[in-house]
């Protein structure tokens, strides 16, 4: 159970780049009771959101291809993170909004609106979390943009941005952590306001390490990710060369590009690598440790106990003998582990609002998408 230190703070991993992207919007991995399934609608018939000065308009419904591009983006992140994402047309359901309004500011293209509200016992232990977030996309400036939310446009770029801070990313260039200016670029990250590479239909590289860092690719209440069951975390590194060390419980590490090195620390860990088994080189090197080389580099790993491919697992053996070739095979430096798991311009305002309801605290958020 989380504790109010926990849902009031920000749980860090000890890396910049998903840190910098690490804000205090709500983290729906703390809802109570525990669940796997967050409700989102189109519907503006009722549960509107009320003292948000910076909507200058009743917020009107998605036209009919914005909401099929929504629900394209829905389920892209429903498999990223492992949410159940549910449509609903009952909005006092809903805990996430999705609506077009005239949004105050030239350069606004989006906002999100985020809110949470807990209780808690004396002993500091939240026993009620509840949250719910706003969507809205400018139908006045920007209307002709954010009428195509097709992937491959800005539009839907936009909406992905406003969907990583509904999911509780920040902006990469605010905050007491900020990532340096040389990567703090939409190449990187679509929480920054820098452009690179042209029109995203994807979250960049570390918005996808900060997502598995909140959620573990296991939904809410899982086994990995902030307030896993078990503690275990989720880490995912870059293109580049990273260096990842778990915790004591059983971990998740994907160093994905570059020469990795990946240390499980404790419990019964798992490196993650995507791409079939038969593309990568197993070398038993050491005591507990092994190299793995494929398309994404070569990989140093210690205390790790499974390989999770696109195909199947393979669960290391700490008995198995050094290879002396290249061309390691599978079979011959580990058991394959049966039927496996396959891969599976405007800055933010914060508002506070202290309330007292038994023992409570509520917070709003809100997020301006803006374009220079």
Do not use: C
């Not at 948000?52 to 036209?63: G, Q």
């Amino acid at each position: 159970m989380a504790t109010v230190s926990q849902v009031t703070s920000t749980t860090l991993s000890g890396l910049n780049y998903i840190d910098s992207l690490l804000g205090n919007l709500p983290n729906w991995n703390y809802l109570t009771p525990g669940t796997n399934t967050i409700y989102y609608t189109f519907s503006t018939s009722a549960n509107l959101e009320s003292g948000n000065s910076a909507i200058l308009s009743k917020p009107v419904a998605f036209s009919a291809s914005q909401q099929v591009n929504t629900r394209t983006a829905m389920a892209y992140v429903a498999k990223l993170t492992g949410i159940n994402f549910v449509e609903t047309a009952d909005a006092t359901k809903a805990q996430v909004h999705f609506a077009d309004a005239n949004i105050s500011g030239s350069n606004t293209t989006g906002q999100d609106s985020s809110h949470y509200g807990y209780s808690y016992t004396s002993g500091s232990v939240v026993t009620k979390f509840t949250a719910s977030s706003y969507v809205y996309l400018d139908n006045a400036e920007w209307a002709g943009m954010n009428a195509n939310l097709t992937p491959g446009t800005q539009g839907y770029e936009t909406l992905l941005h406003e969907i990583g801070h509904m999911l509780g990313l920040k902006h990469s260039f605010e905050g007491s952590i900020k990532l340096p200016s040389t990567v703090d670029n939409t190449a990187h990250t679509l929480m920054s306001y820098t452009h690179s590479g042209g029109v995203h239909s994807t979250f960049s590289e570390y918005d996808v390490a900060a997502l598995k860092w909140l959620y573990g690719g296991d939904g809410l209440a899982g086994s990995l990710g902030v307030n896993s069951t078990t503690g275990a975390r989720y880490l995912a590194g870059t293109s580049l060369a990273d260096t990842l060390t778990g915790t004591a419980a059983n971990d998740k590490l994907e160093g994905d590009g570059g020469n990795d090195t990946l240390n499980g620390g404790g419990g019964i860990d798992t490196a993650v690598f995507n791409g079939a088994s038969s593309a990568y080189s197993i070398v038993h090197t050491g005591t507990n440790t092994w190299t793995v080389s494929g398309a994404e580099g070569i990989d140093k790993l210690s205390n790790i106990e499974i390989l999770q491919f696109t195909d199947h697992n393979v669960t290391l053996s700490t008995t198995a003998l050094a290879a002396t070739a290249a061309a390691t095979t599978v079979a011959s430096t580990a058991n394959v582990a049966g039927t496996a798991n396959a891969s599976s311009g405007a800055l933010d305002q914060i508002v506070h609002d202290d309330h007292v309801q038994l023992i409570g605290h509520h917070s709003h958020f809100v997020d301006h998408h803006a374009i220079a």
